[in-house]
């Protein structure tokens, strides 16, 4: 079983705060997807990375996968309430279960304005 | 209709009932999951389907049974369900199975067992 931790569970903050989340594992991973569901709908992905220590930014929002691929964070500068919402974490894994999805239980984001 | 539909949104049942749970999406894509997202726990991959073919079946009981009559339609055939089976069913799609991609998920079947 390859495990994703997701620190922490539950996060509610001021908007304009800045923030971090992080998702963990002890399992090297292909690659880590960032996926974001609000509430009443699906998933919906918000970045991919690849490469060991590889930024990506993507307007506030700044995601980087660790240099041994075993742990990825996600950094959001002055966060709006628009924000809102459940960040999950998944690990794809390679060898023989190429291609396979691991997910984090996510961290749930309230941003009040 | 684009993306990934899911009906019906919200689904009540007995134990002793048989229902099924409608996906269908317009994207093209080859590959079709069922997943399972209960509170507190990891996203649970339940089935997945590339071209219309099961390739896996992640130990589910029995009484989740899944159709694929083709790359489009994905169902999920329920019965004689358990309390604890009350969750929100997701279905995704890829471009393929080999390398996952991006999954495009429906918005959810919120299904309440009594």
Redesign the interface.
């Known amino acids: 079983t390859q495990l994703l931790e997701q620190s922490p569970q539950f996060l509610s903050i001021q908007e304009g705060e800045n923030l971090t989340v992080y998702c963990n594992s002890s399992s090297v991973f292909s690659s880590l997807q960032w996926y974001r569901q609000e509430p009443g709908e699906g998933p919906v992905l918000l970045v991919t990375v690849v490469t060991g220590g590889e930024v990506k930014k993507l307007k506030r929002l700044t995601f980087q996968f660790g240099d041994a691929r075993k742990d990825s964070s996600l950094h959001i500068t002055a966060a709006q309430p628009g924000d809102t919402g459940l960040y999950l974490c998944a690990g794809e894994a390679g060898g023989s279960t190429l291609g396979r999805l691991y997910f984090g239980r996510g961290t749930q984001l309230t941003v009040w304005p | 209709e684009t993306g990934?539909t899911q009906t019906p949104r919200h689904l009540v049942m007995g134990m002793t009932n048989k229902k099924s749970l409608k996906c269908e999406q317009h994207l093209g894509h080859n590959a079709m999951y069922w997943y399972k997202q209960s509170a507190?726990?990891?996203?649970e991959?339940m089935f997945v389907y590339n071209f219309k073919e099961q390739t896996?079946n992640n130990s589910v009981p029995s009484r989740f049974s899944p159709e694929c009559p083709n790359s489009s339609h994905l169902f999920l055939h329920l019965h004689t369900l358990q309390p604890e089976d009350s969750a929100l069913y997701?279905c995704?799609s890829s471009h393929s199975?080999?390398?996952?991609g991006?999954?495009?998920?429906?918005?959810?079947s919120r299904l309440t067992v009594l």
């Open positions: 990934v507190k726990k990891p996203l991959l896996e997701l995704a199975w080999t390398g996952t991006e999954l495009f998920f429906g918005e959810g």
